[in-house]
């Protein structure tokens, strides 16, 4: 379980691209997103695209249509770590995510198709679920 000061940790240095890239795990994106979301005054739905993107490019990645930077990924992680944080601590929410559904890596499989969700158009720009509607 991440400490209070472990998601602060992890959200800092993505913001500042000080996070070891080892360390920018499916854990540790929800981790981010907890603590963009819970700062006031800050729009996380539109901040954590650049930070996302400038964080991947500091530590030698690159942001194409094939890696990097994923937009439905990122917008509907945001949209599930809202929906945990409420009524919880950013600890207790991203206990909840990991541990239940959101926790495996292919999680936004029951609400994509592979070929919708990995397509070039998904990474880009927001792309609706085919499968069902995202529950949050």
């Known amino acids: 379980m991440f400490t209070e ?81 409420a009524g919880r601590t950013r600890a207790e929410a991203l206990a909840h995510l990991l541990q239940g559904p959101c926790g495996r890596s292919d999680w936004l499989l029951s609400y994509w198709t592979r070929d919708r969700l990995f397509s070039p158009e998904a990474r880009r720009a927001w792309l609706d679920p085919d499968l069902q509607p995202l529950p949050f």
């Open 5 to 85: 000061d472990e998601i602060t940790r992890i959200g800092r240095g993505m913001a500042d691209r000080t996070l070891p890239k080892a360390e920018w795990t499916h854990a540790a994106h929800f981790a981010a997103a907890l603590w963009l979301l819970a700062q006031p005054g800050r729009d996380a739905p539109a901040e954590m695209p650049g930070l996302i993107r400038a964080y991947n490019e500091a530590t030698g990645g690159r942001n194409t249509d094939t890696e990097g930077y994923h937009e439905t990924i990122t917008q509907a992680s945001l949209r599930a770590a809202r929906a945990a944080l």
